[in-house]
DNA sequence: CTGAAAGCGCTAACAG
DNA sequence: CTGTTAGCGCTTTCAG
């Protein structure tokens, strides 16, 4: 049905193979006869398919995003902009993209399309098993948002300690001393790497972490509400609270305005991921923007690296943070 | 590298063609010839090669979902809905899911790919050189969230005049008579529809439609916020406004609240989409849900139908809308 | 720098 | 119900 390499062989009178060369690596072609070849391409309309190239090759020229969250989906606005970032880094490739969450791949997709992926981007928490059982097979990793305690494992995270320190920095600027948080149960190394930057940068401004000032909670707007209320009616009462994501920040603005207590006059919020319920809120919230766009970009150039072993597919990429400020401090 | 069926053909005794069958359609092949290929195929951890077999069967087994608006990418809600709904219900599938936006699709990946795809859903506001450029290959085309007037174009839309008779009907139950709307330049196709089903509501509850009360903005918070000042601080003021989607809806209740204007006693609100930031609000929005997982669902049953040639594919489908109530009417 | 030819792994007649 | 066999369109040695 469709025009193939042998009828643009046939009208340039060039074989088959200089017509592969022409189209894969110009250069190895003498001028004048890559240009025979591309008239005739160009008469004929002639494009490469690419499964028989594939097949040929022995390559699928596919790789794998995974979002590794609970009930995660594309749904959520945070892994939205990392694919997005994925998405058109891999558009500027040969590479296809497959896009599935953890739970669904491993359900119907799994074991059978595991053979065909040439390198797969982690999003999230991803359990060790999943990942050497991508490992086993030879099939490179990449873990975005993510880093593996220990691991040699090629990453690409945000700079959280970078924007927690401009929030508090901001907080201090503004006369605060009594600084709390409201955080979640987000994934073990978010959690964790979000409550020590947050420690170590109230440190560095000479401010203690006090306990009491602090509430965990589950990330959505409800229990946020509850948390920071509780925090909010207690006997010492903080005048600043960083929030854990913006729903946390969101719910800890709910809970204030309930109170009767005025936002930034009684109380300064900041929250982090700088999502587009920032603009909702009455105030506006002031937050901490993640390039989650640039981090689904190096995710794609950090393992097409490995995957042509340029070398620039090892190591940690960190991605810089900025504090957006609004009307909440 | 790979174990091919061939490995399966040796150890099994049985031929490449049984094999194959055994693979597409058990039902084909005998009991007992079945469980030994399945037996030699467990031994050998055989897998198909599904780059082989689409070469041999002239197919590609790839579908696309473009979303066609200006500027929205996967990080739209709303188009994230239905890709996600896409995404599952492919899953369930044989087929690929390739996702662009129309912008990059033209851009990068357009002309060389677009004759690797077997069918296409468009998301949103597909121009007619668009539709055209698929047809006129053959490439099927399915439409959601839009409907070509006088096409005969197989769609997927959403119920939007039995979402907004809901509202209004909500509207009326709590006593409002004076129903204003803001609404924003979205899509031809959805700006006309939600319109049009306001219109027709207000009439089916013996309301008149008032051009005192509309106002049209574009769809984002600041341009809502001004539209909503503008028709709150008139001559005469609605007692309830109806925003085109949730993004106008929360514009309106921040600009009663800089008004002083209480949420619901003085003014109702009830948005459009029932997306997350509907929970954010203070209070909180009242909003017309829109199944869009379902949508994308239809979207990919309607393609592999028209595909797969099983009478499934034409004409339009409808997806329920329902009225998700929270406190701001 | 270019050409000839042998596959890549599977499928689809066709024949039995 | 099963086997034989000729491709699918491209890439890649290996020669020249």
Chains 1, 2 share one sequence.
């Not at 640039?294 to 960190?318: F, H």
Request: aromatic share 6%; proline share 3%; hydrophobic share 40%.
């Amino acid at each position: 049905m469709g025009i193939t390499i042998y009828d643009v062989s046939k009208l340039s009178g060039v074989s088959t193979a200089t017509i592969s060369r022409v189209f894969s690596d110009p250069s190895r072609v003498r001028e004048e006869t890559r240009r025979k070849v591309f008239e005739a391409a160009a008469a004929l309309h002639y494009s490469p398919n690419a499964i028989a190239s594939s097949m040929a090759r022995q390559r699928t020229d596919k790789i794998a995003f995974l979002i590794c969250k609970k009930s995660a989906t594309i749904m959520d606005e945070f892994y939205a902009g990392i694919c997005n970032g994925i998405m058109q880094e891999t558009n500027l490739t040969e590479y296809q993209l497959l896009i599935s969450t953890e739970d669904d791949w491993r359900k119907t997709v799994g074991n059978a399309k595991t053979k065909q992926i040439e390198g797969v981007i982690l999003g999230g928490f991803a359990g060790t098993e999943l990942i050497s059982e991508f490992r086993s097979r030879n099939i490179p990793v990449v873990l975005v948002n993510n880093k593996v305690p220990g691991g040699d494992l090629p990453c690409v995270i945000s700079d959280e300690y970078g924007g927690i320190r401009e929030a508090i920095r901001l907080f201090t600027e503004k006369g605060h001393k009594n600084i709390g948080m409201v955080t979640g149960r987000f994934s073990p190394y978010i959690s964790g790497e979000r409550y020590k930057a947050f420690a170590t940068a109230m440190k560095e401004f000479g401010l203690p972490v006090s306990v009491k000032y602090m509430r965990m909670c589950d990330p959505d707007i409800e229990s946020a509400v509850k948390a920071a209320t509780g925090l909010l009616t207690g006997e010492e009462r903080p005048d600043a609270i960083f929030g854990g994501n913006d729903i946390i920040a969101a719910g800890i603005i709910k809970a204030a305005i309930r109170l009767g207590i005025r936002i930034p006059e009684e109380l300064a919020v900041i929250g982090c991921d700088d999502s587009l319920l920032c603009s909702v809120t009455e105030p506006e919230l002031t937050s901490i923007h993640i390039n989650c766009f640039r981090m689904g970009e190096m995710s794609v150039k950090k393992l097409i690296g490995i995957l042509d072993k340029n070398g620039a597919g090892s190591g940690t990429d960190i991605v810089a943070e900025e504090l957006h400020i609004r009307n909440s401090v």
